[in-house]
């Protein structure tokens, strides 16, 4: 199960060799005003078929990877890197000079049963997700890791989500919401979808694609892409293969 975070970063420190990457980075928390937090990233670069790109202190970078909230520090074990800007002899970034964005957080995890809430005042429900997680970047493991997911019923599209929660694996995809005051991360939802848990733990047991069968269904899937009316995107399917 997933927990992958997309931001753009601008990079305090970087160091390494010709296998990895690492080094601090911050965001921007907000849009409404120059607020950053950092968090500690880690790359391997010895494949040559990565898509960890080297980049400099002082750049702007588009960074995806999988994300651990830990002890008040974050954490990046990095997927991909875009670089899309970096200090030149005449003029320096600087983290004022970050997209105005939010960072994205794509999170699939058990729900925990009960957690449902409901708030009249801002209309908006809400619900808790919770497992364990692996730090690849310090080697920690089983570090507990729950998610509030917040999210609004428009159209009464999530009606059968609130009697669900009890044996459901649910996939968030939504705006980070994370500040200095923040005890949990927190999903402003944009999509949410679910399966329940025993058809995800039938699912593990399938036996690993071959390569052969691999490059078929990738086949596949450019004819449908490239077809009039192309396919609908599964999150649940999306976040076991990343």
């Known amino acids: 199960m997933s927990s992958v975070f997309t931001a753009f970063c601008f990079i305090k420190t970087v160091s390494g060799n010709d296998k990895f990457l690492t080094g601090t980075a911050v965001y921007r928390v907000t849009n409404d005003e120059n607020e950053f937090r950092e968090l500690t990233y880690k790359g391997f670069t010895g494949?040559?078929?990565?898509?960890?790109?080297?980049?400099?202190?002082?750049?702007i970078v588009l960074m995806i990877g999988r994300y651990v909230y830990h002890q008040n520090s974050e954490y990046l074990s990095l997927?991909?890197?875009?670089?899309?800007?970096?200090?030149q002899h005449d003029s320096t970034c600087a983290p004022e000079d970050l997209p105005l964005a939010f960072p994205l957080l794509l999170y699939t995890a058990p729900a925990i049963t009960n957690s449902y809430k409901f708030n009249d005042t801002i209309g908006?429900?809400?619900?808790?997700?919770?497992k364990k997680l692996y730090n690849p970047v310090t080697d920690q493991k089983a570090i507990e890791s729950d998610v509030i997911v917040s999210y609004t019923n428009a159209n009464g599209r999530y009606d059968s989500l609130k009697e669900s929660l009890k044996k459901s694996v649910i996939s968030a995809v939504g705006?980070?919401?994370?500040?200095?005051?923040?005890?949990?991360?927190?999903?402003?939802?944009?999509?949410?979808?679910?399966?329940?848990?025993?058809?995800?733990?039938?699912?593990?047991?399938?036996?690993?694609?071959?390569?052969?069968?691999?490059?078929?269904?990738l086949d596949l899937i450019e004819e449908h892409t490239s077809s009039d009316k192309p396919l609908a995107t599964n999150l649940k399917d999306l976040a076991d293969q990343i």
């Open 47 to 59: 494949n040559s078929e990565t898509l960890i790109i080297d980049f400099e202190k002082n750049s």
């Open 79 to 87: 997927i991909q890197t875009i670089p899309l800007s970096s200090p």
């Open 124 to 130: 908006r429900q809400s619900f808790m997700l919770s």
């Open 175 to 217: 705006r980070l919401k994370l500040t200095s005051n923040s005890k949990i991360p927190h999903i402003i939802s944009s999509e949410i979808e679910w399966s329940y848990a025993a058809n995800d733990l039938k699912s593990s047991n399938k036996p690993s694609i071959k390569s052969k069968e691999l490059n078929t269904q």
